[in-house]
C-alpha cells in the first residue's frame, strides 16, 4: 500500500515518505515550526470547508483503492457524490448568503465568506476531476468483469426493438415533456434533479422547438437492460434511453442540441422561533426547502448556447454557480448500480453477532443487563439487540414506562412499531422526536404522526437547540421497587444504518445513570435544568466545560511529572475553546492521539504548540461514527484507572453550544476494559485504512513495508468479540489487543 498525499491543488509529497498510522507502537513523528505558536494566531486552525473535501478526497481514494472489491469502490464513489452535494447545499450556500449580504466576518482560521469561497472553488476542481478519472477506471474495469456502462453508441441496432418495447411499457408513461414558450411556464427542478434541455426541429416545415424533459427520481438511474450473452450484464443511463427516444416523445421533431443539467439548492431550513406548532411549521419549511435558491447548476457537454442562456436566466443562477461537466452527472447515483449475482465483486457477506450474554440469559435482555452492565459494538454486535430491549418492553406486563429519544430512524422503523405497541398496550411512552435532523425532517414528520395516533406522547425538545442525545430508558416494576433500565448510544436508532456505522450501545440498570437519564428526559420535555446530575455531563449546559477541565487537568499531571495522556475519537474536531485546550495540554507534555473520521481543524505536529499531538482519520468498509474519548488521569493510557467516555456529541460548536448531548462516564470494569483495550487500541493501531494528519495540512496513508499484511481494526472488530457481550461460552476465549 503506497503513500498518498491530498492537499490543495494536487501538490504532492515524496512518495518515499513513510507514515505510520499505527500509533501506539510508532513515536510522534518530528515537528515542524510555524513562526509563532501563539494561541491567538489564527493559523493554528485549519480550515473547516477544505478540511470537509479533504475528507471528500480520502473517501474518493477507497473508491480507486484496488483492494478494495470492484462494486465496493462504485459504493465509495457514490458517497463521495453524496458527501459533495450536501457540501454545496449546505456549506457552500450558507458562504454564498453571507457573500449575498455583505458580511466580511473572518472564519476561525482568519478567512472571508468569499475568501473560503475561492479557496473551495479550487479544491473542489480538484474533487471533480478525481471523481470522473475514477468513475471512467471504474467502468473500464467492470467492463472486464463482463459489466457493462453503456453509452448510446454502443447499443446494437438489432436489439433496439426489444429496448424501444421496454422504454414504452417502463419509462414513456412517467415522462412529461414540456415545451419552453409564452404559453408554458418554466418548471421546477427540485434540490438535486436534473433534466434533459431539447433544441429540437421539425424537418417537415423547419420548426424550432426548445423543450425540457425532466428525469423521473422515481425511476432507477441506470436501466439495466436484458443480457445479452451469459453472465453479461449492460446498463444505459436513464437519460441517455431518453434521448435515444426523444422522436417518439417529439414526434415528427429531430434534435439539433441536447444536453442534462441538474441543479442543487440551498437546503438549510428557517424556522420560526416561536412558531406555534412546530410541526406544522417544518412541513412548511421542508416545501421551501424544495424550492431554495440555486447555489450550483451543472451542464453536460454540448449544450446549445440558446437553450442553456434560457435555463441561466430563469433559474435566476450567477455566472459562478455555472459549471460544466465533461463526464457523468449526479454521482451520488452510481451507488444504485447493483449487481447481487456477483459477490466476487463485494465485501463477504457479514452477519453480525448476537452478544453470547444475552444467549446465556434465553434471550430475556433485561436479565442480561442485570447481570452486568454490557457495551456493544454496532454492526459488529447486532443491533437487533436494540430493539429486542423496546420489543421486550413493549410486551414484558412489568414494565411500566418507556422513555425515547429519535434522531434518526428509517421510515418502516422496527423502534417506532415497538414503541406504537408499548403506547398501545396501555404502557406510558413518551417519544422525544428531533425534527431538525437534516434530510431527514418529513420522515421523522411520519413517525411522530404514527406515535400520537398509537396514543404515545411525542415531544419536540427546544426550537433553537437540537435534541442530539441517544437515550433510551424503561421503567419495570421488580418485586416491590422499581428498576430504570438505561440505553445511551453514540449513533441513532436507525437500523438501516446501524449495518454499516461503527457506535456504541451502552446497557445498564445502574441508578445513577438511570436519575441521570431521566433527569435530561424531564429538561427536554419540560425545560427542567438537570441539577445535581450524578454521571453525565449534558451539552450546552455543562459538556464543554467539563470536557476541557478533564484536559487542563491531564496538563497538570503531566507538569507534576505524572503520566499524562489523551486519546479521543470522533466524526469532526472544529470547536476552537476545545482545540486550544488541547494546545495547552500538548504544551504541557501531554500526549494525545485523536482519530478524526472527516473535519479536523486542529493543526499538529506544529513546535511549542502540537508537538504532542497526532491526528489520523480512519476510512474503509464501515463509517466510523463512535464517540469516544479516554484520559490518563496520572496514569497514563492504557490503564484501569484512566477515565473513559462515551458521548453522542462530535467536538463541534454546534454540538457543544447549540444541541443537547451527552457525555457519559464508564465506571464498569469490563466495559472501560473494552473501550481502551479493544476500541481504541484497535483504532489507534490501524495500518490498512489510516490516514496521518501533516502539520500542512496534507493526509498521508500509512505506508505498509515489504509483505506484512497492514493491521486492519475491521476485520479485527468483526472477529473478535466484545469484551462486555462475552458469555459462559467465550469466557477463556477473551482476546484483547492490549493484555
Not at 420548426?207 to 425511476?219: C, I, Y
Request: charged content about 25%.
Amino acid at each position: 500500500m503506497g503513500v498518498r498525499c491530498h492537499k490543495l491543488v494536487a501538490e504532492m509529497l515524496d512518495k518515499t515518505a513513510m507514515i505510520e498510522g499505527d500509533f501506539w507502537h510508532h513515536p510522534v513523528p518530528k515537528v515542524d515550526a510555524l513562526e509563532t505558536s501563539d494561541l491567538s494566531d489564527r493559523r493554528r486552525f485549519f480550515n473547516r470547508e477544505i478540511s470537509w473535501l479533504q475528507f471528500d478526497l480520502r473517501v474518493l481514494d477507497e473508491a480507486a483503492n484496488p483492494e478494495v472489491p470492484l462494486l465496493e469502490r462504485l459504493r465509495f464513489l457514490g458517497i463521495s457524490g453524496s458527501n459533495l452535494d450536501e457540501f454545496f447545499s449546505v456549506r457552500v450556500a450558507a458562504l454564498q448568503s453571507l457573500v449575498r449580504h455583505g458580511v466580511t466576518k473572518h472564519s476561525v482560521d482568519g478567512l472571508t465568506p468569499q475568501e473560503q469561497l475561492d479557496r473551495i472553488s479550487q479544491v473542489v476542481e480538484q474533487v471533480l476531476d478525481r471523481q470522473q478519472a475514477v468513475w471512467r477506471d471504474i467502468v473500464s474495469e467492470l467492463a472486464k468483469e463482463q459489466i457493462e456502462i453503456l453509452s448510446l453508441a454502443e447499443l446494437k441496432k438489432r436489439e433496439m426493438d426489444k429496448i424501444e418495447e421496454m422504454f414504452m411499457e417502463q419509462i414513456f408513461p412517467v415522462l412529461t415533456p414540456i415545451a419552453i414558450d409564452p404559453a408554458h411556464p418554466f418548471p421546477f427542478i427540485p434540490n438535486g434533479e436534473f433534466a434533459l434541455a431539447l433544441e429540437l426541429e421539425r424537418p417537415s416545415d423547419g420548426r424550432l422547438l426548445e423543450a425540457l424533459l425532466p428525469v423521473p427520481h422515481q425511476l432507477p438511474r441506470f436501466i439495466r437492460l436484458d443480457d445479452t450473452a451469459k453472465g453479461k450484464v449492460r446498463f444505459l443511463p436513464l437519460e441517455a434511453l431518453m434521448e435515444l427516444f426523444v422522436p417518439r416523445i417529439f414526434p415528427g421533431y429531430e434534435i439539433k442540441s441536447a444536453c442534462s443539467f441538474r441543479i442543487l439548492r440551498d437546503s438549510d431550513l428557517e424556522v420560526e422561533e416561536e412558531a406555534e406548532d412546530l410541526v406544522r411549521e417544518f412541513e412548511t419549511a421542508l416545501k421551501r426547502r424544495r424550492r431554495g435558491v440555486v447555489i450550483r447548476l451543472e451542464f453536460s457537454s454540448g449544450a446549445g448556447t440558446g437553450i442553456r442562456d434560457k435555463i441561466f436566466e430563469e433559474l435566476e443562477a450567477e455566472s459562478s454557480e455555472i459549471v460544466t461537466v465533461d463526464g457523468l452527472i449526479g454521482m451520488a447515483d452510481v451507488s444504485e448500480i447493483s449487481v447481487q449475482e456477483r459477490s466476487d465483486l463485494l465485501f463477504p457477506t457479514y452477519r453480525p453477532r448476537v452478544p453470547e450474554r444475552v444467549l446465556d440469559h434465553e434471550g430475556d435482555i433485561f436479565a442480561a443487563i442485570r447481570h452486568k452492565d454490557m457495551l456493544l459494538h454496532h454492526p459488529y454486535e447486532t443491533f437487533d439487540t436494540v430493539v429486542q430491549f423496546l420489543t421486550q418492553a413493549a410486551r414484558d406486563p412489568d414494565v411500566l414506562a418507556i422513555k425515547q429519544t429519535l434522531y434518526r430512524t428509517s421510515n418502516q422503523s422496527s423502534i417506532v412499531s415497538a414503541l406504537c405497541e408499548a403506547a398501545e398496550g396501555g404502557k406510558s411512552v413518551t417519544a422525544l422526536v428531533e425534527l431538525k435532523a437534516r434530510f431527514d425532517e418529513a420522515a421523522n414528520i411520519r413517525q411522530s404522526r404514527r406515535l400520537e395516533r398509537a396514543g404515545a406522547q411525542v415531544i419536540y425538545g427546544f426550537v433553537d437547540w437540537k435534541t442530539h442525545a441517544k437515550i433510551s430508558t424503561v421503567v419495570r416494576r421488580e418485586s416491590d421497587k422499581l428498576r430504570t433500565y438505561t440505553h445511551f448510544g453514540t449513533g441513532n436508532y436507525h437500523p438501516i444504518t446501524a449495518n454499516f456505522y461503527t457506535d456504541l450501545s451502552l446497557f445498564t440498570c445502574d441508578p445513577a445513570l438511570g436519575r441521570d437519564a431521566t433527569k435530561i428526559f424531564n429538561y427536554v420535555s419540560g425545560y427542567a435544568h438537570p441539577s445535581d446530575l450524578e454521571n453525565l455531563a449534558v451539552a450546552p449546559l455543562t459538556m464543554k466545560s467539563r470536557l476541557i477541565e478533564l484536559m487542563d487537568a491531564e496538563a497538570e499531571h503531566a507538569r507534576a511529572g505524572r503520566p499524562a495522556r489523551i486519546w479521543a475519537k470522533m466524526n469532526a474536531l472544529i470547536e476552537p475553546d476545545i482545540i486550544d485546550a488541547l494546545y495547552r495540554a500538548s504544551q504541557a507534555g501531554v500526549q494525545i492521539d485523536l482519530v478524526v473520521r472527516s473535519i479536523c481543524g486542529l493543526r499538529p505536529g506544529i513546535k511549542g504548540l502540537s508537538e504532542n499531538i497526532r491526528v489520523k482519520s480512519v476510512v474503509g468498509r464501515f463509517l466510523e461514527h463512535a464517540r469516544v474519548v479516554c484520559f490518563g488521569n496520572g496514569h497514563g493510557l492504557p490503564s484501569q484507572d484512566a477515565r473513559v467516555f462515551i458521548s453522542s456529541a462530535d467536538w463541534m460548536g454546534r454540538n457543544l453550544n447549540r444541541r443537547v448531548e451527552t457525555l457519559v462516564e464508564i465506571t464498569n470494569p469490563t466495559v472501560h476494559a473494552q473501550i481502551i483495550d479493544q476500541v481504541m487500541y484497535a483504532n489507534l493501531s490501524d495500518q490498512a485504512q489510516s490516514w496521518v494528519l501533516q502539520t500542512d495540512g496534507c493526509y498521508l496513508r500509512h505506508n505498509a513495508v515489504g509483505d506484512q499484511q497492514p493491521f486492519n481494526c475491521h476485520s479485527f472488530f468483526m472477529e473478535t468479540p466484545s469484551l462486555s457481550g462475552r458469555g459462559q461460552a467465550g469466557r477463556d476465549g477473551e482476546r484483547r489487543l492490549k493484555s
